[in-house]
């Protein structure tokens, strides 16, 4: 189960050149508490691979038994998230 299955990820079809890939319009994960979210599901969100990189790395991952891939928790990467986003009341540089 993934980000992918509850329908939350709203992308747009793939440009006519095909070069670009699906634009996305909402970069939040899905609301689904307890959804998993495996890299993929981060790239398609809008994240590059070093944000990525940094979010699998901060969150706890999820190996079923017999799968290659890691999957992540919705939760815990909304988590990091707002933990690491600027809420304009604090200061960015000292």
Partial sequence: MN?????E????PVDDDGDQAAKVTN???PATPGAYLDR???FA???QR??????CRACAPYHPPGVRRAYYLSDDVRAHLAEHTYDGRTKVRQ
């Fill in 50 to 55: 070093t944000a990525v990189d940094v979010i």
């Fill in 27 to 29: 970069r939040r994960p």
């Fill in 3 to 7: 980000g992918r299955e509850h329908g």
């Fill in 40 to 42: 993929q599901d981060l």
């Fill in 9 to 12: 990820l709203d992308l747009k």
């Fill in 45 to 47: 969100l809008g994240f």
